[in-house]
């Protein structure tokens, strides 16, 4: 599953450089004008990694159109977003006159607003053109992706109504069954092509900043299996914005043995509570980042929720925060899952502070708030644990 969400979701050559090079004393112009935007929405730019960043800009739209100006001092890739709402379109900032336009139409789903910003086109902008032609191998994975789904749409509604009633029999009944072996061979072969195709993307780029950008653009986040392609990167790649931002994600300072940041929450009542009163009284504490349309985040509940009751009562606690945008979401999920330990909403940046790049991320705790574990789950936490207890 995790290889699952890892695929779901430098310099240019010189001459070209050297033409742009031309305007870099006068910075960039980002114009907008996209039919269908209200009037009044707020339009940002979020620099493209695999952590939760900030908005270096936003502005408004005014009679349907927007503008950014500002310097960069290299070329930056950021996603243009809606503030609050669904959907962006990854642009490469560089000191020229850019535009983005064409027409989106607003969903709703969830209570959520969604925008079709991917169809915008970009014009003024030669490395947001090359990035586009790159991430072709994206919408090529895609269509594979889809064409395995419509193939085997009828089983997969089976296994989803066996996931639903929590029926374990059903759906091992299922997974065995020579339908649900077809569905297996196929999402191998499907991950065997992602994993070819965008390893060339990026070691077709591997000179140049352009590989470890497609190193984050291409996946969710960056684990061992994606460890060699940034070891056949150039010095100069490994050295550039973006190679020193996969370098961190792929090799971290060690947390196992180390401190953990204090950290406030708040409660359903709005009072704030902190890491270091949620521990007092415990042995040991899990940290657990997920969220309500995390399907790996919630296949674990029922593990939690057993290890929870066999190690409660000798110390052993929980801390759920979820990273979900829509509070009633994460509302909803906690109704029907019944969750018997302390559970929160993000709303304080505590994601943002242990850097958590996917979820589920799971931190075990002592009292004291040292680090024994990272990412244990299944039966690697239940093993620690009873390690830890006994």
Not at 2 to 7: E, G, I, Q, T, V
Not at 196 to 224: A, C, E, H, Q
Request: some cysteine; aromatic content about 10%; glycine content about 6%.
């Amino acid at each position: 599953m995790k290889k699952k969400n890892l695929f779901l979701i430098a310099l240019l050559g010189l001459p070209i450089m050297a033409c742009n090079s031309q305007n870099s004393s006068e910075g960039y112009t980002l114009k907008g004008n996209i039919e269908g935007l209200p009037e009044g929405t707020h339009i940002q730019l979020v620099p493209l990694s695999h952590n939760n960043e900030k908005p270096i800009a936003d502005t408004v739209v005014v009679n349907g159109q927007f503008v950014f100006t500002g310097k960069t001092e290299e070329p930056r890739a950021v996603i243009l977003l809606v503030k609050d709402a669904y959907g962006s379109r990854n642009i490469m900032l560089e000191n020229t006159q850019m535009e983005v336009k064409g027409k989106v139409t607003p969903q709703t789903s969830n209570g959520s607003t969604i925008y079709n910003l991917e169809s915008l086109s970009i014009s003024g902008s030669p490395l947001s053109a090359r990035y586009d032609s790159l991430m072709q191998v994206r919408t090529y994975t895609e269509s594979l992706y889809k064409a395995n789904a419509q193939k085997h749409a009828s089983f997969d509604s089976l296994l989803q109504e066996a996931y639903k009633a929590k029926d374990q029999a059903r759906i091992k009944e299922l997974r065995e069954s020579e339908a649900g072996k077809a569905r297996a061979a196929d999402d191998a072969r499907f991950f065997q092509i992602v994993d070819s195709v965008y390893r060339k993307t990026v070691i077709d780029n591997k000179d140049s900043f352009w590989g470890p950008l497609m190193m984050i653009s291409l996946t969710s986040y960056l684990d061992k299996n994606t460890a060699s392609w940034y070891e056949a990167l150039s010095p100069e790649a490994k050295n550039s914005y973006y190679g020193q931002l996969v370098k961190e994600e792929l090799y971290p300072a060690g947390k196992e043995g180390s401190k953990v940041q204090e950290f406030t929450v708040k409660d359903n009542d709005g009072k704030e509570i902190t890491l270091s009163e949620l521990c007092q009284g415990k042995k040991y504490i899990l940290i657990d980042f997920w969220a309500s349309w995390c399907n790996p985040c919630r296949k674990e509940i029922p593990n939690l929720k057993k290890l929870y009751a066999q190690y409660a009562e000798k110390g052993f606690s929980i801390i759920s925060i979820s990273i979900d945008k829509n509070k009633a979401d994460w509302e909803k999920a906690l109704k029907e899952e019944n969750l018997p330990w302390n559970n929160f909403l993000d709303e304080t940046g505590v994601a943002d502070l242990y850097k958590v790049r996917f979820v589920p991320t799971m931190y075990l705790i002592d009292a004291k708030g040292i680090m024994v574990g990272e990412n244990l789950r299944g039966e690697a936490l239940a093993n620690k644990l009873q390690e830890l207890f006994q």
